[in-house]
């Protein structure tokens, strides 16, 4: 697996697990509208989309420090 890859995917990973930290101290605190299948859910879907955006702007920086 290319460097660049196992990067994105670390960076999703790292959001992913990062919401779902934030989102069990905030039921320490309050109660939730969401059960815990809903929350992995929504971390899956956070983990996701931090991985296509790490990829986007590892991209984008990447033709910026060429130019």
Excluded at 1 to 14: D, K, V
Excluded at 47 to 53: E, H, I, K, P, S
Aim: hydrophobic share 50%; proline share 3%; net charge positive.
């Amino acid at each position: 697996m290319r460097p660049r890859t196992t990067a994105n995917l670390l960076w999703g990973a790292i959001g992913g697990l990062s919401f779902l930290v934030l989102a069990q101290g905030y039921r320490l605190v309050a109660t939730l509208p969401v059960g815990t299948l809903g929350l992995l859910a929504i971390g899956i879907g956070v983990g996701a989309v931090t991985g296509v955006l790490a990829c986007a702007l590892d991209a984008r920086l990447d033709r910026s420090e060429r130019a």
